[in-house]
């Protein structure tokens, strides 16, 4: 069954804790993207990764960091300098140098108490 | 800089009715345009691209360079329609720094 999974669906944290997201695709997409989607805010661009061991910042990269050591995967770690982490994120991936589709995860919803 | 503007937080019709969704926006080079739509309990998925100029369950959108505006209509309203719909913006020439903008979003709710 193609497609993203992200984990885990609901994730709790305690303030000052780092907490990371999981993002899996098998797709066989180059290019992956996280976005924090806020009610009211739309969805907001965190990072995004077009190729393995490279990524660039988005619009709303402070508090935050990610890798990309595998093609199939790109966690997003959201660190205690994040001063409102509590959001719902969404991972999306597409096919390189293309403007197309992005196909995006079911999301993963971090409250930190 | 790329931005979307979606001026209506919300949107109300009664099912059969028209529909018309706005979006502008504000780029310097040549976009693409997109709608997305988010059904609920349902993955954010794309809905229609104003290059492949086609018609997806009745909506349409047509790309207005003079007005840098993409508004997605329908003609007939159908409950099932109900959704929060996004416009997103793209540069056309995708690339190194190829990345989607979205816009704040439009809830709409067709009632019965």
Known sequence: DGGITQSPKYLFRKEGQNVTLSCEQNLNHDAMYWYRQDPGQGLRLIYYSHIVNDFQKGDIAEGYSVSREKKESFPLT???????????????????????????????????? | AQRVTQPEKLLSVFKGAPVELKCNYSYSGSPELFWYVQYSRQRLQLLLRHISRESIKGFTADLNK???????????????????????????????????????????????
């Open chain 2, 66 to 112: 003079g007005e840098t505006s993409f508004h997605l209509k329908k003609p007939f309203a159908q409950e099932e329609d109900s959704a929060m719909y996004y416009c997103a913006l793209s540069p056309l020439s995708g690339g190194s720094n190829y990345k989607l903008t979205f816009g704040k979003g439009t809830l709409l709710t067709v009632n019965p």
């Open chain 1, 78 to 113: 959201v660190t205690s300098a994040q001063k409102n982490p509590t959001a719902f994120y969404l991972c999306a991936s597409s096919k390189y140098r293309e403007t197309g589709e992005l196909f995006f995860g079911e999301g993963s919803r971090l409250t930190v108490l």
